[in-house]
Structure formats: structure tokens, C-alpha cells
């Protein structure tokens, strides 16, 4: 057996490492959870122990590997923090029953590579290869329950809830077999041999039954088969690919591009499961998208994309708006849909210049516009012209943002559409702002913007639009740093920013977040 301390070999009945004297504990590969010496399957995974390779084991692959807050992002720990607080006051003393998605993922290649080193230097190599896998599940607000010597088990849909985890974890997935990949090639450069990863993914069920707050470790209890299947999944998959179970594919179809194995047995389970490899992301994104390709009728199917277009804009994700504004725009003039058309265009224009193609996205902006109102509708004009607005001021065209706006907000008395006035009156002081750098001096200038700044976080806070009024809190909070008020600007960002629970790969979240950093 050797020791997790100092890889030294010793004889399997020691209890005790000859060389560095450390307790020799043996643990499953799978999970890193101490199994009896007898042991022929782990108790916790089910992952095989019979054969076991006496490799030389890195130190944190021990029984006792680095507890979640050690490598938990703070923003992360908070709502995992307060998941608990919330178990706690829903009295669930006995835990919770959840669905969620396990991935385990681990190194092939490792032992090869280590051969010889020291463990310091062995580290140095495996450690960013744990680090990209852990970066990707955190990107997806998954929680990484174990980091072991070179792999983890990860878990999506607890502790942090998300009805989407199939795919949050199918998403980390494939970017961390992208980074790997890259990492490989940087080893294969430095005449090392390269490292390849296996991942494994299953959805079921875990009773949660609680989170300790010293170490943020989760105490949770696997239903069936839920993290065996994710660990059966890593080790049948070949070294760079991603295998998933039939639940985890029929809950993210259309997401993903999948090829059918068949069957395989599995041990523990009686009938034999089918087996998918996923290749790649799909062309769809959203539930909506997924729901939209079996729509058999024209105009259900143009609302559809057109809801699928306006999700990613509001995100402010310029290609993925692209993509959906041309699917809308190819299938409307082909059925002759001259209102979707329209609009398809000012969000295609939107996408370009977010793009940085600010010159065509404007002139295509504004034939959209044209067309419209050509069809005799003002639906939606003020938040079209918001939009046309806010690329004008990206372009340095403030005075022709400024006028669209004053047009917009002709069209919100006239009409009395006011679901984007908030961000129309933030966009007014931004540009009010920029107009020149000699007028931003201006204490009058700054005035007016300021004035504008708060009646969008006014209008915001009584239609309780969280998204707008973030946005204009952290126009105002610039506009205060600029005038040394950090303070003032730190508590009223913080508490805006403080009332979201997900969302933070959004860039008005990441925005904020590096603001609130800033004011700090």
C-alpha cells in the first residue's frame, strides 16, 4: 500500500508508513471515501476496488482531501450558505430529496507523467489540470463535493438549486475537456506526455441532509443508483470523451449533440443501461428554442424564435442573438411575416454592433425601425429606440442617441408602454454624460445625469425590475466613485447586487460584481 503522505510502498497489511510513519488509510479511487481493507466495491460510489493500481498516490488524493471552502468561489459559498440557512428554517431536520446531475472526471495519464518527480514538481503539473476541471463546474454554479489527487466529483442542482443542472453540467463538461485540451498541447511542447481526462454524468436523486458551515462540506446520501452511474460513466468512457446515462440525455436533448453507444451492464443493476458520448453543444439553448423546434405552425414558430432572440439580448449575448435573429428573419420571409421581420432585423442589427460592427448594426437598426412602423404598429418602438440609443453611444454618436431617446419617451406618453422606461431614463444620463469630455466637468451636467440615474432606479423599484434597476444603481455608483463618494456608492451597489440568487454569468452581474470589487 502506498502512503498518501510520501508515496512510499509498503507491505498491504501496514497500517503505518515505514518512511514517514503517516497512518496509511486506503481509499476509493472513485470518491476518495476510506474503505475497510476487505473492501471489493466503495460503499459510497460502488466504484470497483479489486485491482486497484499501486501507482504512487498524490497527497490530496487521501481520505481526507481539502475541504469545498478552500476552492469554493466566495460569491458561490454565500448561496450555499444560505441554502442551509434556509433548510434550517424550513425545519428539514432529516434533509431534502432532490434531483440533481453528478460528473465525476479524472486524469488518464497522470501516472506517466509524474514518473520520477517529486511530489512538489508532480503537483505543480497535475494541480492547473484540477484547477481548469474545477473552474469549469464553478462557471456553471456547480459544487465541486470532492477535489481528489487528479479528479473530482462535482454536483449540479445541490446544494445550489438549478432547474436546469442536466445542462449546467454537460456545459462544464465540454469546457473542460476544451481546456484540457489546450493544456495538453502545452505539456506536449515542454516534451511531457500529455494528459488526457474522462468524464462521467448521471441525474438522479440525493437526500441533502445537511451543509457545515466551518468547511462548507455537504452531507448528502445518494437514492439508487444517482453517483454510482456518474462514476460508471467515467471509467467505461475513453480517455477525452464524455459518456452520459439515457436520464441524462433524454433530459437535455436538443441541448447537446449525442451518439448512441447501446447497451452496456452495468454491476448493481439488474437490466443493462444505454450509453451516450456527448459531442458538442447543440444549435438550441434555451427550453424555449427546445419547445420551438416541434412547433408544426409558421407564426407559433416566429413568436417562438422571437422569445429565444429577445432572452439572449437582454443578456446582452451578441452572437447567440444573432444566431436567433436570422433564424427568425430566414423563416419569416419565407412565410411572408413582415411584422417579424421587422423586428428580427433591429435585434440582428443589436447583435452586430454588440459585436463590434457599430456602423452596419446602426443602418440596420434603423431600416428595421422603418419597416416597423411601416406596418403600422408603435409595439415595442420605445424599447427598439432604447436599444438603437445605447449602440449610438458605444459608437460616440451621443446626440443621435440622445434624440432617439427623446423620441422614445415621446412614444411612452402616447402610448403608455413603460416596461422599459427605467432603462431609457439610465441610457438619457449615460449619454447626457458622454456628450463631450469638456460638459462632463460640468457640475450641471453631472446633475442632470445624476437626476436621470434616479428616476431610473425609481420608475425600477415600483415595477420592481430588479435587472433595470441593478443597471442604473451601477450608473450611479460610477457616476459617485467619479465624484469620490465610494462609500455611498458601495452600500447602495451592494444591496441591489445582494438581492440575486443566480444569474452571475450574466455580464451586468459580472459587471457589478467587478464594480462592487472596485469600490471596495
Given at each position: 500500500?502506498?502512503?498518501?503522505?510520501?508515496?512510499?510502498?509498503?507491505?498491504?497489511?501496514?497500517?503505518?508508513?515505514?518512511?514517514?510513519?503517516?497512518?496509511?488509510?486506503?481509499?476509493?479511487?472513485?470518491?476518495?471515501?476510506?474503505?475497510?481493507?476487505?473492501?471489493?466495491?466503495?460503499?459510497?460510489?460502488?466504484?470497483?476496488?479489486?485491482?486497484?493500481?499501486?501507482?504512487?498516490?498524490?497527497?490530496?488524493?487521501?481520505?481526507?482531501?481539502?475541504?469545498?471552502?478552500?476552492?469554493?468561489?466566495?460569491?458561490?459559498?454565500?448561496?450555499?450558505?444560505?441554502?442551509?440557512?434556509?433548510?434550517?428554517?424550513?425545519?428539514?431536520?432529516d434533509g431534502e430529496r432532490k434531483t440533481i446531475t453528478a460528473l465525476f472526471a479524472d486524469l488518464k495519464g497522470s501516472t506517466a507523467l509524474?514518473?520520477?518527480?517529486?511530489?512538489?514538481?508532480?503537483?505543480?503539473?497535475?494541480?492547473?489540470?484540477?484547477?481548469?476541471?474545477?473552474?469549469?463546474?464553478?462557471?456553471?454554479?456547480?459544487?465541486?463535493?470532492?477535489?481528489?489527487?487528479?479528479?473530482?466529483?462535482?454536483?449540479?442542482?445541490?446544494?445550489?438549486?438549478?432547474?436546469?443542472?442536466?445542462?449546467?453540467?454537460?456545459?462544464?463538461?465540454?469546457?473542460?475537456?476544451?481546456?484540457?485540451?489546450?493544456?495538453?498541447?502545452?505539456?506536449?511542447?515542454?516534451?511531457?506526455?500529455?494528459?488526457?481526462?474522462?468524464?462521467?454524468?448521471?441525474?438522479?436523486?440525493?437526500?441533502?441532509?445537511?451543509?457545515?458551515?466551518?468547511?462548507?462540506?455537504?452531507?448528502?446520501?445518494?437514492?439508487?443508483?444517482?453517483?454510482?452511474?456518474?462514476?460508471?460513466?467515467?471509467?467505461?468512457?475513453?480517455?477525452?470523451?464524455?459518456?452520459?446515462?439515457?436520464?441524462?440525455?433524454?433530459?437535455?436533448?436538443?441541448?447537446?449533440?449525442?451518439?448512441?453507444?447501446?447497451?452496456?451492464?452495468?454491476?448493481?443493476?439488474?437490466?443493462?443501461?444505454?450509453?451516450?458520448?456527448?459531442?458538442?453543444?447543440?444549435?438550441?439553448?434555451?427550453?424555449?428554442?427546445?419547445?420551438?423546434?416541434?412547433?408544426?405552425?409558421?407564426?407559433?414558430?416566429?413568436?417562438?424564435?422571437?422569445?429565444?432572440?429577445?432572452?439572449?439580448?437582454?443578456?446582452?449575448?451578441?452572437?447567440?442573438?444573432?444566431?436567433?435573429?436570422?433564424?427568425?428573419?430566414?423563416?419569416?420571409?419565407?412565410?411572408?411575416?413582415?411584422?417579424?421581420?421587422?423586428?428580427?432585423?433591429?435585434?440582428?442589427?443589436?447583435?452586430?454592433?454588440?459585436?463590434?460592427?457599430?456602423?452596419?448594426?446602426?443602418?440596420?437598426?434603423?431600416?428595421?425601425?422603418t419597416a416597423s412602423q411601416a406596418t403600422g404598429t408603435e409595439l415595442q418602438r420605445s424599447y427598439w429606440l432604447a436599444l438603437l440609443a445605447?449602440?449610438?453611444?458605444?459608437?460616440?454618436?451621443?446626440?443621435?442617441?440622445?434624440?432617439?431617446?427623446?423620441?422614445?419617451?415621446?412614444?411612452?406618453?402616447?402610448?403608455?408602454?413603460?416596461?422599459?422606461?427605467?432603462?431609457?431614463?439610465?441610457?438619457?444620463?449615460?449619454?447626457?454624460?458622454?456628450?463631450?469630455?469638456?460638459?462632463?466637468?460640468?457640475?450641471?451636467?453631472?446633475?442632470?445625469?445624476?437626476?436621470?440615474?434616479?428616476?431610473?432606479?425609481?420608475?425600477?423599484?415600483?415595477?420592481?425590475?430588479?435587472?433595470?434597476?441593478?443597471?442604473?444603481?451601477?450608473?450611479?455608483?460610477?457616476?459617485?466613485?467619479?465624484?469620490?463618494?465610494?462609500?455611498?456608492?458601495?452600500?447602495?451597489?451592494?444591496?441591489?447586487?445582494?438581492?440575486?440568487?443566480?444569474?452571475?454569468?450574466?455580464?451586468?452581474?459580472?459587471?457589478?460584481?467587478?464594480?462592487?470589487?472596485?469600490?471596495?
Amino acid at each position: 500500500m502506498h502512503c498518501a503522505s510520501c508515496g512510499f510502498a509498503n507491505q498491504l497489511e501496514s497500517q503505518f508508513c515505514e518512511e514517514c510513519g503517516a497512518k496509511l488509510v486506503r481509499a476509493c479511487p472513485g470518491c476518495g471515501r476510506e474503505v475497510r481493507p476487505s473492501a471489493k466495491f466503495c460503499p459510497a460510489c460502488g466504484t470497483p476496488l479489486t485491482g486497484q493500481s499501486s501507482a504512487p498516490r498524490l497527497p490530496s488524493q487521501a481520505s481526507h482531501p481539502e475541504p469545498p471552502l478552500r476552492y469554493t468561489p466566495k460569491h458561490l459559498a454565500e448561496r450555499i450558505l444560505a441554502e442551509q440557512a434556509a433548510m434550517e428554517a424550513r425545519g428539514a431536520i432529516d434533509g431534502e430529496r432532490k434531483t440533481i446531475t453528478a460528473l465525476f472526471a479524472d486524469l488518464k495519464g497522470s501516472t506517466a507523467l509524474i514518473e520520477g518527480l517529486d511530489l512538489e514538481d508532480a503537483r505543480s503539473i497535475i494541480d492547473p489540470a484540477l484547477q481548469l476541471m474545477m473552474d469549469a463546474v464553478h462557471r456553471y454554479e456547480g459544487y465541486v463535493a470532492q477535489a481528489l489527487g487528479d479528479g473530482i466529483l462535482a454536483l449540479f442542482g445541490a446544494p445550489i438549486a438549478h432547474e436546469d443542472h442536466p445542462q449546467r453540467a454537460l456545459y462544464a463538461a465540454l469546457r473542460m475537456q476544451e481546456e484540457m485540451r489546450r493544456y495538453a498541447d502545452r505539456l506536449r511542447e515542454q516534451g511531457r506526455p500529455p494528459l488526457l481526462m474522462r468524464v462521467g454524468v448521471n441525474t438522479g436523486e440525493v437526500v441533502v441532509r445537511s451543509i457545515r458551515k466551518e468547511d462548507l462540506h455537504t452531507d448528502y446520501v445518494p437514492v439508487g443508483h444517482s453517483i454510482n452511474l456518474a462514476a460508471r460513466m467515467e471509467q467505461l468512457a475513453v480517455p477525452g470523451s464524455i459518456l452520459v446515462t439515457e436520464q441524462s440525455d433524454k433530459l437535455t436533448a436538443g441541448y447537446f449533440e449525442f451518439k448512441a453507444l447501446g447497451k452496456t451492464q452495468i454491476k448493481g443493476v439488474e437490466e443493462p443501461l444505454k450509453v451516450y458520448e456527448v459531442i458538442g453543444a447543440g444549435p438550441l439553448r434555451t427550453r424555449l428554442q427546445v419547445a420551438a423546434r416541434t412547433l408544426a405552425d409558421p407564426s407559433s414558430l416566429a413568436l417562438a424564435l422571437f422569445g429565444a432572440a429577445s432572452f439572449h439580448q437582454v443578456r446582452r449575448e451578441g452572437q447567440e442573438t444573432q444566431e436567433q435573429a436570422e433564424a427568425l428573419l430566414r423563416l419569416s420571409t419565407e412565410q411572408g411575416f413582415p411584422f417579424w421581420v421587422a423586428w428580427g432585423t433591429i435585434l440582428q442589427g443589436w447583435a452586430l454592433a454588440e459585436q463590434g460592427q457599430g456602423e452596419e448594426g446602426i443602418a440596420q437598426m434603423r431600416h428595421g425601425l422603418t419597416a416597423s412602423q411601416a406596418t403600422g404598429t408603435e409595439l415595442q418602438r420605445s424599447y427598439w429606440l432604447a436599444l438603437l440609443a445605447e449602440v449610438y453611444g458605444k459608437a460616440g454618436q451621443a446626440e443621435a442617441g440622445l434624440a432617439a431617446l427623446t423620441e422614445a419617451l415621446t412614444v411612452v406618453d402616447n402610448t403608455g408602454e413603460r416596461s422599459y422606461e427605467a432603462e431609457v431614463y439610465r441610457l438619457k444620463g449615460e449619454l447626457t454624460l458622454a456628450q463631450s469630455s469638456v460638459q462632463r466637468l460640468a457640475s450641471s451636467v453631472q446633475k442632470e445625469a445624476e437626476e436621470c440615474f434616479h428616476k431610473a432606479i425609481e420608475i425600477a423599484r415600483k415595477q420592481q425590475a430588479k435587472s433595470l434597476e441593478l443597471r442604473a444603481v451601477m450608473s450611479l455608483s460610477r457616476l459617485w466613485q467619479n465624484q469620490g463618494k465610494k462609500d455611498e456608492a458601495r452600500q447602495m451597489l451592494a444591496k441591489i447586487y445582494g438581492w440575486f440568487t443566480e444569474g452571475f454569468d450574466t455580464k451586468d452581474l459580472q459587471e457589478a460584481k467587478a464594480l462592487l470589487e472596485k469600490l471596495t
